[in-house]
């Protein structure tokens, strides 16, 4: 069973298009992350949720809108795509309120390509 | 802020010997969680080896070691008798309390045969 799962894995759509990136865990976890790896593979975080919250929202253009409906999930919509959002997107899991040394478990990414 | 350093972007070695890949952080926290992942070109990020910062034993996990030193704020992955599925990018990453976990740049390691 994948602990992490993230739908689509490959994503291609025109510049000005709304998508949406879907992330489901199956570990219990409390929390569920976004992040962003550009071009040069740097992973930087978007969004977190704690159990629904929104408890980490960093510099990210309002186009970009988590939604949380429980908290094994957490999507990903983005508006009025532009060229510079192609990326891949990971979504990740952790317990926060326990062992936070445990880390992060992330899924598998999704590709972005927005042309 | 918290921040991690991987001064390496490259770094390639033999198959069968040791390498080690180094990695810089800098928290104002004195609880905080050290790891590194492993991306191969799958992409999957997969967690290599953790370490507790209230211990100073160094974590070791099979092939893979780290050399802790906290007070200079160093975390590197030492990978013995390399082999091919091991190469890769390597991340290091600082967590602290519930915060964000925050990486490096990445060093992508080449094996070679």
């Known amino acids: 069973d994948t602990a992490v799962s993230q739908t689509p894995k490959y994503l291609v759509t025109q510049m000005g298009n709304d998508k949406s990136i879907k992330c489901e865990q199956n570990?219990?976890?409390?929390?569920m992350y976004w992040y962003k790896q550009d071009s040069k593979k740097f992973l930087k975080i978007m969004f977190s949720y704690n159990n629904k919250e929104l408890i980490i929202n960093e510099t990210v253009p309002n186009r970009f809108s988590p939604k949380s409906p429980d908290k094994a999930h957490l999507n990903l919509h983005i508006n009025s795509l532009e060229l510079g959002d192609s990326a891949v997107y990971f979504c990740a899991s952790s317990q926060v309120t326990e062992v936070v040394g445990d880390g992060y478990t992330f899924g598998s990414g999704t590709r972005l390509t927005v042309v | 802020a918290q921040t991690v350093t991987q001064s390496q972007p490259e770094m390639s070695v033999q198959e069968a010997e040791t390498v080690t890949l180094s990695c810089t952080y800098d928290t104002s926290e004195s609880d905080y969680y050290l790891f590194w992942y492993k991306q191969p070109p799958s992409r999957q990020m997969i967690l290599v080896i953790r370490q507790e910062a209230y211990k100073q034993q160094n974590a070791t996990e099979n092939r893979f070691s780290v050399n802790f030193q906290k007070a200079a704020k160093s975390f590197s992955l030492k990978i013995s008798d390399s082999q091919l599925g091991d190469a890769a990018m390597y991340f290091c990453?600082?967590?602290?309390?519930?915060?964000?976990?925050?990486f490096g740049q990445g060093t992508r390691l080449t094996i070679n045969p």
């Open positions: 570990l219990g976890h409390d929390t």
């Open positions: 990453a600082c967590l602290q309390g519930a915060q964000k976990l925050v």
